[in-house]
């Protein structure tokens, strides 16, 4: 964990080569907390990390590609940009590109029982649908949504007018960008 000023920590899950790392956010808030992405889930993060069970906590996917929704199941609070929402009910390996990009070559180390073949993302329902300029609101702290459908149909940031932080999933952060991603929109479900 990487902890930052105004109560900000990036969290990474462990074993995954820095490539392939979901940036995972914490924000501390007056009410409750937030949580922004939760990796691809080879980990508990409720029984790993202690600072998501400390308090309340909303938990937002920036997008619905594997590697960012894994442990969504474990927060009783989630929310998802309308755009994803069918993918986050049924996740199935295309539609979160897990079948592309789900693979032993992500690790530096093999956690226990992982394997590629049987990898799933299990499915959860959103509490909350986002569009663009709706809020987080954490009590003494807003967030509000853009919408960033780039990389995926779906995609958002979530922006702190009042201090500048820009929270993003796959849009912003230290690497090459991945542009090649994006995935059409399931037309229906089962």
């Known amino acids: 964990m990487v902890r930052f000023a105004d109560g900000v920590t990036l969290i990474h899950e462990p074993w995954i080569k820095p490539f392939f790392r979901c940036n995972i956010w914490h924000v501390r808030g007056r009410d409750r907390d937030l949580l922004v992405d939760t990796c691809l889930g080879h980990f508990s993060l409720r029984e790993h990390v202690a600072l998501v069970k400390e308090r309340p906590l909303v938990c937002v996917a920036s997008h619905t590609h594997f590697d960012h929704i894994g442990c969504h199941h474990e927060f009783g609070e989630r929310c998802v940009h309308s755009a994803e929402a069918a993918i986050q009910v049924d996740p199935r390996n295309e539609w979160t590109l897990a079948n592309r990009y789900a693979t032993d070559a992500m690790f530096d180390r093999f956690p226990e029982g992982w394997s590629a073949d049987r990898y799933r993302i299990r499915p959860v329902p959103a509490h909350r649908l986002l569009a663009e300029r709706d809020v987080i609101d954490l009590g003494d702290r807003r967030f509000e949504v853009v919408h960033t459908p780039r990389h995926s149909p779906g995609g958002i940031g979530l922006i702190e007018q009042a201090t500048g932080v820009f929270l993003s999933g796959d849009i ?17 479900m089962p």
Do not use: Q, R
């Not at 090649?180 to 399931?186: E, S, V």
């Open 172 to 188: 912003v952060y230290n690497g090459p960008l991945i542009h090649d991603a994006y995935h059409p929109i399931p037309t229906s």
